[in-house]
């Protein structure tokens, strides 16, 4: 089969694999008729060092299942599956609780573990926790936005979620990658009453706004906090949904975060340590976040996508096959295109 394999910054490769097949009995093999490329692809895009193995890249699918192994319960072949980003087991103690991220039988895709889902086909270990099966039926138009429930939007929910945004509130968001637009979605259906969206590229600024941002702040730095300060009473925002992870970005989103607020932070952070601790100490802001448990969020989302209620597929502005997804990469790593879908 063909996937996508990354040897090295800049230098990604779409070769000839072994074909995935069941290894453990509580697998499932899935054929891939959708899948993505994400924002966090970028940072070993940027930045891995040469690799002679090269890494099977790829977190976001949907596809048919087409073989379970022996322990697997309730997927069944023939099944459309939608595929977080982490695969878990859903009966441990965090899969209990909610956080799929941290099962003790769990990890996550396109990593040295587990082939990545950019390509023809991928194994799913913990197939029956996994796994999200689609209604039969489901509308191919539906399809671009179901994508976004293996990661992005999910994770724009988990920000909204852990910035504890709620009705009447106050929200900002901070990024306007795939992430933070989805972040608009999920801070508006959550009820937020203010919703500024800090950005700076005119085509996300537009869907932005479609989504639900009430107010944009293209400044940067302190000035980008100044802003924000100007238009919340000179108080800042009940939620801050921080989505890119880097130290400005993180900077910026505990300084607009009034006192007693709280920030969610999904972009993976790119440093050790977090800026404006002070600040955010003296007002009493909450911070949280990490990987978002998406598989505990699916079923929440699912019907809001299926009925239409929410478009996040919207993100997706670009269309490769799977022999185009070098450059893919490429348009994802030079703002050409906010997110490719990969069609088979
Ligand atoms: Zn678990």
Not at 40 to 53: F, Q
Not at 110 to 129: C, H, K, L, M
């Amino acid at each position: 089969m063909r996937a996508t394999v990354m040897y090295g910054a800049g230098d990604v490769r779409i070769e000839t694999v072994p074909d995935a097949r069941l290894i453990e009995p509580t697998d499932a093999l899935v054929v891939v008729i959708r899948a993505a490329i994400c924002g966090s692809d970028l940072w070993p895009y940027k930045t891995m060092d040469h690799s002679e193995t090269g890494r099977r890249m790829g977190h976001e699918a949907i596809g048919v299942v087409e073989a379970v192994g022996a322990d697997v319960r309730t997927v069944k072949v023939g099944d459309v599956v939608v595929m977080p980003f982490a695969y878990s087991d859903g009966t441990c103690v965090f899969c209990h609780e909610g956080l799929q991220t941290s099962c003790i039988h769990g990890g996550f895709f396109g990593t040295v573990e587990v082939a990545g889902a950019q390509a023809e086909a991928v194994r799913v270990p913990q197939a029956d926790g996994t796994l999200v099966v689609m209604p039969a039926g489901t509308d191919d138009a539906l399809m671009p936005s179901l994508l976004t429930l293996s990661d992005v939007m999910a994770t724009g929910h988990h920000a909204a979620v852990v910035a504890k945004v709620g009705p009447g509130k106050t929200a900002a968001v901070v990024g306007d990658g795939a992430v933070g637009l989805c972040g608009v979605i999920a801070a508006r259906r959550l009820g937020a009453e203010q919703i500024i969206l800090l950005g700076r590229h005119p085509d996300r600024i537009i869907l932005g706004r479609e989504f639900g941002a009430t107010d944009i702040v293209s400044e940067r730095g302190d000035e980008a906090v100044e802003r924000v300060h100007e238009l919340t009473d000179g108080f800042g925002v009940h939620s801050v949904l921080e989505c890119v992870g880097l130290e400005e970005s993180e900077r910026t989103a505990l300084s607009i975060a009034r006192p007693g607020g709280a920030v969610g932070r999904v972009g993976v952070p790119q440093d050790e340590t977090m800026p404006a601790s002070r600040p955010a100490f003296y007002n009493n802001v909450t911070v949280g976040g990490g990987p978002a448990p998406a598989r505990a969020y699916i079923e929440e989302l699912l019907p809001d996508v299926l009925e239409g209620r929410i478009e996040p597929g919207r993100v997706f502005d670009r269309v490769a096959r799977l022999d185009e997804v070098p450059d893919g990469y490429r348009a994802m790593n030079e703002r050409e295109a906010i997110k490719v879908l990969i069609g088979f």
